[in-house]
């Protein structure tokens, strides 16, 4: 099962970018994809953040996972992500003072992201750390682009502008929805709702394409 | 459904058919809807015109795009998607800039329709979806009330509606208040006289009284929607606001008022009765009447906004399901208790 080659590792490394990326399919972590994607900062923060304390500690829980208890699994990978979420938000907290207080409570509660939970339990437990750590680092960037697409669109259409660069000048009529969060679940349905229309696409390109 | 070598004739129920299709029922509608079309241009010019071809369009176009992945096709035959931009663009201010009518129109249909699978499957007004969108979207347009031109300026159109996709309009010179906004915020009553001759501010369907219950009337008669919920609404807003009134008539305003004003006739017409997402049972249309009637005067005297009547009819519209259950008709023989 957990045979070390270059392909496998190519393989679960890819995975999470598109095949199966943890919101566009999986749609897992909706609580910080939703509450913190009203701008591109605030989203790089949270998939930066989030990134951070997926892979280390897919790394820990992979190299640990012999000694873990089965019964106790799921408090032993608790306190490994919360350390990894206390050194992300002292360090957001320390290197960007405005962003981190505008993201509030939301890195606190990166520890019950179920997409972090999820990989521990269903990945890094059973496999070997270099395979551990492509997978971590696979769903990561997945995460962070798919936090992108919605902050970015947010972003544009809420305040016409990105990472606040205005684009669209002064008499730029703002749709206020956006920035709020109906915005969130109306942007999210339309994202997912792309990518299932191209996912079927490629799937059977005569069936649907018309 | 018919067996026995056509000696006997087993059909199922129903047994009695009005003969009305989809597409006849939408034309009735917007036929009847024809006078406050026809109104709505009269006050507030060519304006009003552009407002609703920009509704419909955008109706029609989100119809068009989601109806091609659906295995039916589009069903921009049965006319449903021209009514929706219809009554969307009649709630709308004069000034709105065209695209957003457009928009509104779009999400309406896309996201009150077409995600929840199409003409009979949604759960709220599609216009009124599209209405709440562009409200939460762009407060400050729909709160933007243009004053009525008369016949002479009928092809003076407001420089407003121009303004260029994304952008946000004009200030309009001749801003001015609706009669619900004057009454909430400054504590004036407009006549009697002017809301029913339609000689107010407002949005471009619901200014005049008059046409729009006359129309009303006449739909009725035809059968085209259940006159119980319009008659509940009515009546639930005139009695509750007649008790107000009578607690304290120097605060609050007199029920002749409240019923003229503002989009409550408009709404109750044209909006509460659409079939799809109004209760099907005669009890069902009383209760969901009372519903929007009481939830409107609780908005309007007590609210933040002047007119609740959007918000009313979306709110009671979630609650069409839990109506149906509980108000079914009890059936033939059955004792009360079994029910």
Known sequence: MSATTPERVYAELTKGI??????FVQVLGMCPTLAVTNSVMNAIAMGVATFFVLVGSSLLVSLLRRLIPREVRISTYIIIIATFVTLADSALEALVPAVHKELGAFIALIVVNCL????????????????????AIGMGLGFCIALLCLGGTREILGAGSFLGVSLFGPNFEPWVIMVLPPGGFLMLGAVLLLFAVLRQRKRRPKEVGA | MTTGQGRLLLQAAPFLRRGITTPRLMTEVIIGMGPVMLAAMYFFGLSALLVMLAGVAGAVAAEWAFGKARPRGASLRDGSAILTGLVLALTLPPGIPL?????GGAVGLALGKSAMGGLGQNMFNPALVGRAFIQAAFPSVLTTWSAQGNINSFFTIRASNFALPFMHPAADAVATAT?????????????????????????????????ILI????????????????????????????????????RYPAPWFMLCSGGLLFGAVYMATDPVTSPITPRGAWIFGAGVGVIVVLIRLWGGLPEGVMYAILLMNAATPLIDRVSQPRPFGRGRVAA
Do not use: Y
């Not at chain 2, 001759?197 to 008059?210: D, K, Q, V």
């Open chain 1, 116 to 135: 972090i939970l999820g990989r521990q339990e269903a990945f890094a437990s059973r496999n070997p750390p270099l395979l551990a750590l492509a997978d």
């Open chain 1, 18 to 23: 598109w095949r199966e990326n943890p919101i």
């Open chain 2, 99 to 103: 695209w957003m009518a457009f928009l």
């Open chain 2, 179 to 211: 009669p619900l906004g004057l009454m909430k915020f400054e504590r004036q009553s407009t006549d009697l006289l002017h809301l029913l001759l339609g000689n107010t501010a407002g949005s471009l369907g619901e200014t005049c009284a008059l046409v």
């Open chain 2, 215 to 250: 129309c009303g009337v006449i739909m009725a008669i035809r059968r085209v929607f259940d006159w119980r919920i319009p008659a509940s609404i009515l009546l639930t807003v005139a009695v509750v606001s007649t008790i107000v009134w009578l607690v304290d008539s120097s």
